[in-house]
């Protein structure tokens, strides 16, 4: 049972209530600001098979950087879209974000009046944009899609729109995004399902159509098409996702400086090069392909996972937005995770005493941040519950990455055992 945190009879932001129909001049002005804000930049926007495609639709697009909104606005030009905003995207601006339509929500809870807002989107004939990843990707590839996507578009039998963007992330790396890359970015808007096809398919079949068209990968991009990352501060940042050694299998003890990544425990060093792949300096190159390596961290979590050795603790520092216009300091606190009882952080503040508890079930993915701009510039990770949201800072060092893995992965487990998912 939770114990919500004592803020002295402060309301909390009401994100229960419908979004307004997005006005028509906003639609123009959004798009105004985006083609001001991309002068400078190669980009395209292609469409494939939208001929004749008219709203109401769903759109859903991966998520590398913030360039992805502005992309995807002139793609759905001049047509009204309520985007779905996470919390910390009204931050200090809820009166813009419901101005522009938005429909808010916390990261990775059960929302059902998110549901009802969309489905009453699609009932004024307008489109619902939706980045379902619910986070940017973390080394350009794609993440964990939620099994609910097939029902919510099974449900509301209108068309579906896949939006990938490609170089966004080479451009702007999730653990790096503050020093910019030059890259060209390409966004494809495809018409993956009709109306008439939804309606004639299962779940299972919309979420593997979803998944299918919603896969990318960055680095193989760069690849195929011959561009070159050249800045010498290239590879700074990545050991926040290349967190283990694949030759000494410490973890947390990468590090990265210009072109290069490294262990500080057994001293391998590799380095990134201007195609996007990985050369060790010394010995067998055991992952050339960046997201190979992020994959096989997967694979060691989820072994920890399945036979019983994964667990975290860690004293943590807690900033809440039960808000729009303040981020709550809440002092220390700890933080536990495990497959059997999941997220548990217990504090106190105000006089009182707080526990929160998310078990496996309640979250299937997590929301990292490597360098939160709204608090301050280091890792930590967002535990939402339907009415507030705790981002924790660790004291432990380049953490963050597995917790995200391992949520995953319990959460998975946890569907299986309890017969609601696939082995």
């Known amino acids: 049972m939770n114990i919500d945190v004592n803020y002295k009879n402060k309301k909390r932001y009401d994100l229960a209530h419908y979004p307004i129909r997005q006005p028509l001049i906003i639609a123009w002005l959004i798009a105004l600001v985006c083609k001001i804000a991309l002068i400078g930049k190669k980009y395209k926007v292609e469409k494939i098979n939208m001929e004749g495609l008219k709203p109401p639709y769903i759109m859903l697009s991966n998520h ?27 931050y200090r601006r809820p009166w ?28 004024r004939g ?17 993440s964990y899609l939620p099994e609910s996507l097939g029902k919510l578009i ?14 966004n992330h080479l451009n702007s790396p999730f653990w790096n995004f503050r020093k910019k890359r030059k890259s060209v970015h390409w966004t494809t808007m495809t018409q993956i399902l009709t109306a008439e096809q939804v309606k004639s398919m299962t779940v299972d079949e919309i979420n593997a159509a979803v998944k299918e068209a919603l896969t990318y990968d960055d680095y193989k991009y760069q690849k195929e098409h011959g561009i070159r990352i050249t800045e010498p501060y290239r590879a700074e940042g990545l050991h926040k996702v290349l967190y283990q050694c694949p030759h000494c299998k410490t973890e947390s003890k990468m590090a990265s400086k210009g072109t290069e990544i ?53 004293e943590v520092e807690v900033y809440s937005l039960p808000r729009c216009w303040k981020f709550e300091e809440l002092g220390k606190a700890k933080l536990t995770h495990d497959p059997v009882n999941g997220f548990v952080l217990d504090g106190h503040y105000n006089g009182a005493d707080y526990h929160i508890q998310r078990i496996p079930l309640q979250t299937n993915s997590l929301h990292i941040e490597y360098d939160y701009c709204y608090i301050k510039p280091f890792d930590c990770v967002d535990i939402s519950t339907e009415n507030d949201s705790f981002y924790c800072y660790p004291t432990k060092e380049n953490v963050v990455t597995k917790l995200a893995f391992a949520t995953e992965e319990i959460y998975q487990m946890n569907l299986v055992r309890t017969g609601k998912g696939k082995a």
Request: aromatic residues 12%.
């Open 154 to 167: 099974r449900m509301n039998k209108v068309p579906v729109v896949a939006v990938v963007h490609h170089g």
């Open 96 to 123: 813009l974000m419901e101005l522009i339509g938005a429909i808010g929500t916390r990261k990775f809870t059960r929302d059902l009046h998110l549901v009802k807002s969309i489905n009453k989107v699609l009932q």
């Open 126 to 142: 307008d489109i619902l944009s939706m980045y379902p990843e619910a986070r940017y990707s973390p080394c350009g590839t794609n």
């Open 262 to 314: 490294f262990c500080t425990e057994c001293g391998k060093r590799w380095n990134l090069n201007e195609d996007g792949t990985l050369t060790a300096l010394s010995g067998e190159t055991e992952f050339s392909h960046v997201p190979d390596w992020f994959e096989w961290e997967r694979t060691q979590v989820r072994e920890q996972v399945q036979n019983g050795t994964y667990s975290f603790s860690d």
């Open 64 to 90: 590398m950087y913030f360039i992805d909104f502005m992309l995807a606005a002139l793609g759905t030009f001049p047509h009204r879209v309520n985007n779905v905003v996470t919390i910390d995207g009204y």
